[in-house]
């Protein structure tokens, strides 16, 4: 469980301005110190699609200072929040569709917590919207999108880290409609 408790560059915990902020969430459940930090990352960060906003984010701690981020974005500052508690989490993915009328796919990045009573537990710090209801409701998942077609996929690892692919587009987009135009994807070999 180490590596799902270390800071990095990207998961930035030991920044001042995340270990202020994660002092707020505490309790002496750590599942209410989760539920805390995904809802106050999922409704007080401005999903950088949805709203239009610049700068493009990754550094948990960029994130926090100008409030907002894509879902990657987001769940690395609700991991940086929740390691900074002393909660084991990581990051998972899955694979949706982006664009129905030419077949595009992406991946959507999601959170993991490790809760003691229920083990590994995915949330979607993505932000609701009309058509969108995440919620934390262990041991049920209420991410923001559901799995519709075969090549479509929650993938079920669980990292420490983002994916380098992730990470390369946000790092090299200039604006929110770069990394829209760019969102990573991971080919899939499925039976149909």
């Known amino acids: 469980m180490i590596k799902y408790l270390t800071s990095n560059e990207i998961i930035d ?3 001042t301005s995340i270990i202020e902020l994660a002092k707020n969430f505490y309790s002496k459940s750590k599942e ?11 409704d007080q960060i401005k999903h950088s699609y ?5 700068p493009v984010t990754y550094k948990a701690s960029d994130v926090l200072k100008f409030k907002t981020g894509y879902c990657f974005a987001k769940s690395h500052l609700l991991v940086a929040l929740l390691r900074a508690n002393g909660i084991p ?31 590994w537990y995915r949330v979607d710090p993505r932000g609701n919207k009309k058509g969108i209801d995440a919620q934390f409701n262990p041991p049920e998942e209420m991410l923001a999108f559901k799995i519709c077609n075969n090549y479509e996929a929650d993938l079920q690892e669980i ?9 390369d587009v946000l790092k090299n987009s200039k604006t929110y409609i770069d990394v829209y135009n760019n969102l ?9």
């Open 13 to 15: 915990w030991e920044e």
């Open 89 to 119: 989490s990581g990051l998972c993915y899955q694979r949706l569709i982006k664009d129905n009328t030419n077949g595009q796919y992406c991946l959507h990045g999601l959170t993991a917590i490790y809760l003691e009573k229920y083990g």
């Open 159 to 167: 990292w420490a880290n983002p994916l380098h692919e992730v990470i």
């Open 50 to 54: 949805d709203f239009k906003l610049n």
């Open 32 to 42: 209410i110190i989760a539920k805390k930090c995904f809802e106050w990352v999922r």
């Open 184 to 192: 990573p994807d991971v080919e899939l070999i499925k039976n149909i």
